[in-house]
């Protein structure tokens, strides 16, 4: 079923692209580099006391080679996994994305390997990507891109509505499962305000793991505040293992290139039947940063921050750590 699917969306692509008339030329590259600097004030926040980092590098293409049609790739220069001891010292590079996309008359078709519309909004306003990750992406509630289908409709200038059906395993691993995940969500966009409402669903053959999502955010010319609200029923499709948690992020702009920014998240669990203490407590806690950037061109962007982890074990310590990050982009 899926084989036939994919199938069936490739060739109405192929044959829409034979109908254009006007190829374009040309092509884009793009780059992206994230690093820094930062040392540990309380506790053990990262693997060593202080540390010069490259915590990751993007390199892509895309070429717009018909009217509304365009193909592209992203290539992630990084650790595939993020949790693992030596995540920083390992280097890999392999897809972030790949595919297809079509954009025109209000409607949006991307295939192939694929951002998860959901982390694309709150990481947009949010927009501190080098510093840390969007919510959603930060506690992996889903993967930030997938193999997949995705499809978007403006209906007019305010409201929009998207879908995607994906492999569900992320960009990390190829399909090992006969089971697939459905996103759906409604964006609200009145004047300088934007909202989405989202439900994700992975169901197998014992359950569905199902993940609520709500955000909302303003961006105005002096200020930008954002919050998002995150619920995840049946976590890897295990019955009644529940989290929840959410963000909220400000930014005032002091000048055109000086800004001071903050943000807090938080995550916790639910306790279990029988048990004394949240299934995950290990890993539930808050955790705060905030700072100042600088942007120097188009190009560059520094900022020197705070960051900090409070876990809600008692067994566990608290830990902090100055940052200096710097994006370069091209």
Known sequence: MKRILLLCFAVIGISTIGRAETPLAGGKVTGRIFTDAYVNTIGDYNSASMAFEVTRAYFGYSNEFAEGWSAFVLLDIGSINDDSEYALIRRYTYFKNAGLKYKKNGWELQLGLIGTYQFKLQEKLWGKRYIRKSF????????????????????????????????????????????????????????????????????????????????????????????DFTLEQNYKNREGYTRQGGSVFGELFLSDKLSVFGRYD?????????????????????????????????????????????????????????????????
């Not at 996103?183 to 009145?190: I, L, T």
């Not at 409402?197 to 709500?214: E, K, M, Q, R």
């Not at 909302?216 to 954002?226: A, I, P, Q, S, V």
């Not at 995950?280 to 600088?294: M, T």
């Open 136 to 227: 959603q992406d930060e506690f992996k509630f889903n993967s930030s891109a997938d193999l997949g289908f995705f499809v978007k409709k403006s209906l007019n200038d305010i409201f929009d509505v998207d879908f995607m059906i994906a492999n569900g395993e992320g960009y990390k691993d190829f399909q090992y499962d006969d089971f697939l995940r459905y996103s759906a969500g409604v964006v609200a966009k009145p004047a300088d305000f934007q909202f989405r409402a989202g439900i994700d669903l992975a169901p197998n053959n014992d359950n569905i793991n199902t993940v609520y999502t709500f955000y909302g955010g303003y961006k105005g010319e002096k200020f930008k505040l954002g919050a």
């Open 266 to 330: 938080m995550i916790y669990s639910n306790i279990l039947e029988g048990d004394e203490r949240p299934w995950n407590l290990s890993k539930d806690g808050s955790a705060l940063v905030g700072g100042l950037e600088y942007s120097v061109n188009k190009h560059m962007r520094a900022s020197l921050n705070y960051q900090d982890w409070m876990p809600y074990a008692k067994n566990l310590d608290y830990a902090s750590a100055i940052y200096l990050n710097l994006e370069i982009n091209f």
